[in-house]
């Protein structure tokens, strides 16, 4: 499966949005973007996923360029139990989903 | 409960000493997925289930580890004589099926396996 390139850290304030940036320049037509997040000494929680268009579920948004070479996790109103690391996990034709490092999210309030 | 369950969830081993950590996945969940963590690190792959095969065991990093899930429903990792490299996590997961592009990965706490 292709590569994700993600910013090591990010911080936000508490109640603002957060965009949360993936590039994946790589992608094939049939990869599905998903992403994963990972509160402290917990396994890792699906937060959404997508292939083109955009995605909105009770936790986040998914925003996908149109090239389908980059990607934004939205998180509408950040709070303190949001601060994780966000994983972007391109998924094709591989069973198991490939984890990076992801990004670290601060919030502060 | 209803989510992915794993045992124990804190293992302290004497290198030389064979594990078992224990996962018992969703209800029907077809697909079991097994990975390590290693501290500040991203979960990396080891071994994947349908039902009761081993579809893929690549990503077991030695012959001492083993996995098995015989009944197609609670899954075994065993690491036989443990070395210091192999404190980590150990997270297992399972899906309802067995790809992923319209469902998710459910992940149960982990096993912290610290090997002295």
């Known amino acids: 499966d292709a590569k994700t390139t993600q910013p090591n850290s990010m911080e936000s304030n508490e109640e603002e949005p957060v965009h949360l940036p993936c590039n994946h320049s790589?992608?094939?037509?049939?990869?599905?973007i998903h992403w994963y997040r990972q509160l402290p000494s917990q396994g890792p929680e699906y937060v959404i996923h997508g292939l083109t268009s955009n995605v909105n579920n009770r936790m986040a948004s998914l925003a996908i360029a149109e090239d389908r070479k980059s990607s934004t996790l939205i998180l509408h109103r950040a709070t303190l139990r949001d601060a994780a690391v966000y994983y972007c996990i391109l998924y094709g034709s591989a069973r198991q989903l490939t984890f990076g490092s992801g990004t670290q999210l601060t919030v502060l309030p | 409960g209803a989510g992915v369950s794993q045992s124990p969830r804190y293992k302290v081993a004497k290198r030389g000493q064979d594990v078992a950590l224990r996962c018992d996945p969703i209800?029907?969940?077809?697909?079991l997925f097994w990975y390590q963590q290693a501290l500040g690190q991203g979960p990396e792959f080891l071994t994947y289930f349908q039902n009761e095969a081993q579809l893929d065991k690549s990503g077991l990093p030695s012959d001492r580890f083993f996995a098995e899930r015989p009944e197609g429903s609670v899954s075994t990792l065993k690491i036989q004589r443990t070395q210091q490299e192999d404190s980590a996590v150990y997270l297992c997961a399972s899906s309802p099926s067995g790809r992923l592009n319209t469902g998710e990965l459910f992940f149960g706490e982990g096993s912290r396996l610290t090997v002295l």
């Open positions: 790589t992608i094939s037509g049939t990869d599905y």
């Open positions: 209800s029907g969940h077809v697909s």
